[in-house]
């Protein structure tokens, strides 16, 4: 493993500003995997580091497979990190939003070119993602429909659910976007949570991540199969909102199954406890996303079921 | 009157409100919409707002038609000195034209697109960000500038720039309501978190103009209305740091430069020493100048106008 400084900046008063690099291997530029772009991503960075870890132990019984370069940046930007901001210190302008970049733009610009310039040109590019929306997912991996994805390859993570989604006008902008425009298979993975470590789930995700590298012969590495993951379209998902706003008590999750009509959570009047609405499941299915703050807005997404 | 076009529950006893004021009078079918509040940490607006309801209130009687203001789009975030959606983490300016069975947000957008389709004329109103002055000046793609750009001509401001299309912002107020031909013309001006009156008074004899040539207005109108600089007779020329530290301006904003003239100075205030130099590229207008002190590598400077080339486009 080579520990290699990708981009460097000075800051007024800070410590300078760097992204780290972990490069595996030699030869083929194989796999890039990208951690926390955002400052709250750190489930993302935590799944990126046992990334890492896993990798340095397979290098060393010599099972990182000839031929292969694996480059992992785990962290793109801990100035926001550091500081519990969600995107840049001080322009909280939003890294994933920025690609391609511009060597000559503004200082996010420039970062996300640095970035992307490390990580074009790689076959495979695995972006440890979160969501815009604050909850709970079943793991999965995202792809765009651009016409250039590839699902029988995002299969090999072995994850639940792989989940194809038409690109909106901002997604031009983002990392996943711009790996598949310029020949890269892209993959976004969702392990469930983002500002706090769920080790369980975070495990899963880089579990999966092992199992791609291992079915794709970059590392020799047998884990088990996985899940045959099941395929589906944003829209195939029920999607059900709040009719009322108040304290949200949660008595389902994501990744529980439930019948039609199982009660799946409460909103209640915060001042005197009544309840305000119930929320039942419309149909048999397995919860995907589950809203999990304790406070809820009136028509808001509380839950994405996947239908049986 | 005052209308209320959104009302959606927070968790704890209040309700997310977006209102718009309906000026009418007279019989005559036209109306204009003035919007502005999406970024709520842009203020330039509210001047607008309240100087231009405050002319037609006394003046109805030149009134043929209806003008609606819209002050705060985005009422969470300017009562809370919040650029984004507060609890979202969203900039408000991304999510349009929404979604009418989405959620809150999507749902917002979607209600206010519907509310301002059919409209004569929207102006948009922002107010830069807190880091960079702008000269009063109209954003207009394009695609849509053979339409907007003789309505621009009328708003009494200093510059029209033209852009190119990005697909980025199609997610825009402005393009979504263009493309259901609903013509709308972002002003951006000043800066954020201030209000500049001059500038404030200048649009707002700008839209009476506006207005009198769309047979919306009988009343007094400013005798000198600027006419504004077109980009597509120049370049525009980006100036970013190449180093990180404090900026010292020498120039003020609005200004004329000549090439070789020292815009502002990049300082290291521990060493008393001068990181860089910053001097302008061309002969042209300063329109966009950062005030916000501190910068990194990249953070843009200033924006210039001018009539010969850019040196890096060459
Ligand atoms: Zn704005």
């Known amino acids: 493993m080579k520990q290699e400084i990708l981009f460097q900046m000075k800051s007024p008063y800070r410590d300078d500003f760097k992204i780290q690099g972990f490069r595996f291997g030699e030869g083929e530029k194989s796999v890039a995997i990208v951690g926390a772009m955002r400052g709250d991503e750190i489930q993302q960075q935590f799944t990126c580091s046992q990334v890492v870890k896993n990798l340095i132990e397979l290098e060393n019984e010599g099972k990182i497979l000839p031929g292969h370069e694996i480059l992992v940046i785990p962290s793109a930007n801990h100035f926001s990190m550091n500081i519990n901001k969600r995107f840049w210190a001080m322009d909280n302008t939003d890294i994933n939003r920025m690609f391609p970049g511009y060597d000559k733009g503004e200082t996010t610009q420039r970062i996300a070119a640095a970035l992307f310039d490390e990580v074009r040109g790689f ?127 949660n008595l389902r999750g994501a990744k529980d199954e439930v019948k039609q009509g199982d009660l799946l959570a409460k909103i209640l009047d915060p001042f005197t406890g009544a309840v305000r609405s119930e929320i039942y499941s419309p149909v048999d299915g397995t919860i995907f996303f589950a809203h999990d703050k304790p406070l809820i807005h009136q028509n808001t997404l509380m839950y994405k079921i996947v239908k049986f | 009157m005052i209308k209320t076009i959104i009302s959606e529950g927070l968790p704890v006893d209040e309700q997310l409100l977006i209102r718009k004021k309906v000026i009418q009078n007279g019989t005559g079918p036209k109306r204009i919409c003035i919007v502005t509040g999406t970024h709520g940490d842009e203020l330039e607006g509210q001047f607008v707002c309240y100087e231009l309801t405050r002319r037609l209130n006394e003046n109805l009687r030149f009134l043929d038609g209806t003008v609606e203001v819209y002050p705060a789009l985005n009422p969470l975030g300017v009562d809370s000195v919040t650029r984004g959606i507060p609890t979202f983490d969203l900039d408000m300016n991304r999510i349009f034209p929404g979604d009418k069975y989405g959620h809150l947000i999507e749902h917002t957008a979607y209600e206010i697109i519907q509310d301002l389709r059919g409209a004569d004329m929207v102006i948009d109103i922002h107010a830069s960000n807190i880091f960079l002055r702008e000269m009063p000046q109209a954003r207009i793609n394009v695609q849509m500038s053979k339409k907007l750009i003789p309505y621009a001509n009328l708003l009494n401001i200093d510059f029209i720039w033209i852009h190119d299309a990005a697909t980025v912002l199609e997610s825009t107020l402005a393009h979504s309501l263009n493309i259901i031909k609903t013509p709308t013309i972002v002003v951006e001006m000043g800066i954020g978190m201030r209000i500049t009156r001059d500038y404030g008074n200048r649009l707002v004899d700008g839209i009476l103009n506006m207005m009198r040539k769309m047979k919306m207005w009988s009343g007094p109108i400013s005798k000198e209305i600027s006419k504004p600089m077109l980009s597509t007779t120049g370049d525009v020329c980006f100036i970013n740091a190449d180093v ?54 990249g953070s843009l400077i200033a924006r210039i106008f001018s009539k010969s080339a850019c040196i890096e486009d060459l």
């Not at chain 1, 699902?151 to 902008?173: S, W």
């Not at chain 2, 003020?252 to 815009?263: A, E, F, I, N, Y």
Request: hydrophobic letters at 40%; a negative charge; aromatic letters at 12%.
């Open chain 1, 123 to 249: 076959k495979y590019g695995i972006q440890l993602a979160s969501f815009y929306m604050p909850g709970e997912f079943i793991p999965h991996v995202r792809m765009m429909d651009t016409g250039f994805q590839n699902v029988k390859l995002a299969k090999k993570f072995g994850l639940p659910y792989v989940l194809i989604r038409k690109p909106k006008p901002y997604d031009t902008a983002v990392l996943n976007y711009n790996w598949q425009v310029f020949d890269t298979q892209a993959f976004s993975i969702y392990s469930g949570d983002t500002d706090t470590i769920n080790k369980e789930s975070a495990k899963i995700a880089w579990f999966s991540i092992l199992r791609f590298l291992n079915s794709m012969k970059i590392i020799d590495n047998k884990i088990h199969d996985g899940f045959n993951s099941c395929v589906l379209s944003d829209n195939e998902l029920e999607t059900i909102k709040s009719d009322q706003a108040g304290i949200l008590y």
């Open chain 2, 244 to 297: 990180s530290g404090i900026i010292i301006p020498s120039v003020s904003h609005s200004v004329d430069v000549k090439k070789g003239d020292l815009l502002c100075q990049i300082v290291d205030p521990f060493e008393g020493v001068i990181l860089q130099n910053i001097l302008s590229p061309v002969d042209g207008v300063v329109f966009t100048l950062r005030t916000y002190p501190v910068v990194y590598e």
